[in-house]
């Protein structure tokens, strides 16, 4: 089960850390990813991080903005997003893939999601 949360209102230019919580043992081994979606379209990829955090991939509208990391520890993945402009309003979620070492940009190849979390950015 994923938990994602840290979604809110910001303006333009602002940060803001997503978290995405995961229960159970499967988390240390599962690929991790967060997408994002607007009302009418599909699951876009956002960035993914590999089992053990060795391995990090963006989408290139994010790519020098965005940072995804992992405590394998806490059971957490983060996104940390800097420089948030409008085109970043969208629901944010977080999946994982079993499989655990490489990093799908297909929501398909994901087994497990979280709930989802709203951010919206103001100009």
């Known amino acids: 089960q994923l938990q994602a949360s840290g979604g809110g209102l910001v303006q333009a230019g602002d940060s803001l850390r997503l978290s995405c919580a995961a229960s159970?043992?499967?988390?240390?081994?599962?690929?991790m990813a967060w997408f994002r979606q607007l009302p009418g379209k599909e699951r876009a990829f956002v960035g993914g991080?590999?089992?053990?955090?060795?391995?990090?991939d963006y989408a290139d509208s994010v790519k020098g903005r965005f940072t995804i990391s992992r405590d394998n520890g806490r059971n957490t993945v983060y996104l940390q997003m800097n420089s948030l402009g409008p085109e970043d309003t969208a629901v944010y979620y977080c999946?994982?893939?079993?499989?655990?070492?490489?990093?799908?940009?297909?929501?398909?190849?994901?087994?497990?999601w979280g709930q989802g979390t709203l951010v919206t950015v103001s100009s």
């Open positions: 991080i590999s089992s053990r955090g060795l391995s990090t």
């Open positions: 159970g043992r499967a988390f240390v081994s599962a690929a």
């Open positions: 999946a994982a893939d079993r499989a655990g070492y490489y990093i799908h940009r297909n929501y398909r190849d994901y087994d497990y």
